[in-house]
């Protein structure tokens, strides 16, 4: 049976600071992201216990479990990439970016708009959680998700493009309670080119759902 991996960071534990430091991303990656992985991997090899043995008294809360920490290890996935010490600012033609900044504008009416609704999303998510941004194939525009844990309160079929973590472990320890402030701090951070390659992957595979059989 395949298992999922722990990917490596594509950079140093210090390479996002000061946004965020050191010790959170070690933290995050290492034991958080990791516990995701082998959530998911446990998860598979018990519902393949209970496919064995016809045992389906607990095949509800496996498939929870398997939605939770599958989801999170994604989730995750996405989010180390989306960032880079070189990153922030605006998504802008110049920068090669310019389809997706055309699909921000033309969503959302403009990037500060944009910007607002994600920020909020991801700052008022009751208990823990995402602010997402995601592409919905069925209108071809992008959206901003609130993800509830790691798989609630999402469309079907929208791929995410952009992810902000707003679990407490992604910026207690330097933040303490103002997540506010490090959502604000995220937006130095993101890395626009990575969003901008997923946004035209997602908008590839999404025309698939539309497909005439």
Excluded at 39 to 65: F, H, M, Y
Excluded at 113 to 124: D, E, R, V, Y
Excluded at 176 to 203: G, H, L, P, T
């Amino acid at each position: 049976m395949a298992l999922y991996t722990l990917p490596e960071l594509p950079y140093d534990y210090a390479a996002l600071a000061p946004v965020i430091s050191p010790e959170i991303v070690e933290l995050h990656h290492d034991k958080h992201h990791a516990a995701y992985v082998k959530g998911a991997n446990d998860t598979l090899e018990q519902l393949a216990q209970a496919r064995e043995e016809e045992a389906w008294s607990s095949i509800n809360g496996l498939e929870k479990n398997l939605a939770f920490h599958l989801s999170g290890h994604i989730l995750h996935s996405i989010y180390w990439r989306n960032m880079s010490g070189d990153g922030g600012g605006e998504p802008l033609e110049k920068d090669g970016v310019g389809e997706l900044a055309d699909a921000v504008a033309e969503s959302f009416g403009s990037f500060a708009a944009f910007k607002a609704q994600l920020s909020k999303a991801a700052a008022t998510t009751q208990g823990s959680g995402w602010g997402v941004l995601a592409y919905e194939p069925l209108s071809g525009r992008l959206i901003v998700e609130q993800v509830y844990d790691h798989q609630g309160n999402v469309g079907q079929g929208s791929t995410p493009v952009l992810v902000f973590d707003a679990w407490e472990h992604a910026f207690y320890l330097q933040y303490r309670n103002q997540k506010v402030d490090f959502i604000e701090a995220m937006w130095q951070v993101v890395d626009w080119q990575d969003v901008a390659r997923r946004y035209a992957a997602a908008k590839e595979r999404g025309d698939s759902l539309l497909l005439a059989p």
